[in-house]
């Protein structure tokens, strides 16, 4: 499992939600700009990853299991 993985399941559910990012952020309680591409990486270059309650909120917003979820990170 790598950052990228992590980060392209996020934008895996938001399309099949039929959401952009920012609105899955808003459906999951988060700032809308929480899932923004620029907000992934600091300015830095060290990857941000989402936590593990943001993921949490995702899974949840999606009705996702752990196992589905972790079928999205590839």
């Known amino acids: 499992m790598t ?43 060290k990857p941000h990853w989402p936590s593990g309650n943001t993921l949490s909120k995702v899974a949840a917003f999606a009705k996702l299991s752990p196992e589905e979820f972790g079928r999205f990170v590839h």
Request: net charge positive; glycine share 10%.
């Open 3 to 45: 950052h990228s993985h992590i980060w392209a399941a996020i934008d895996q559910i938001a399309v099949q939600m039929g959401l952009s990012c920012s609105g899955l952020a808003k459906a999951c309680g988060l700032d809308p700009t929480a899932f923004n591409k620029s907000k992934r990486v600091s300015k830095y270059g």
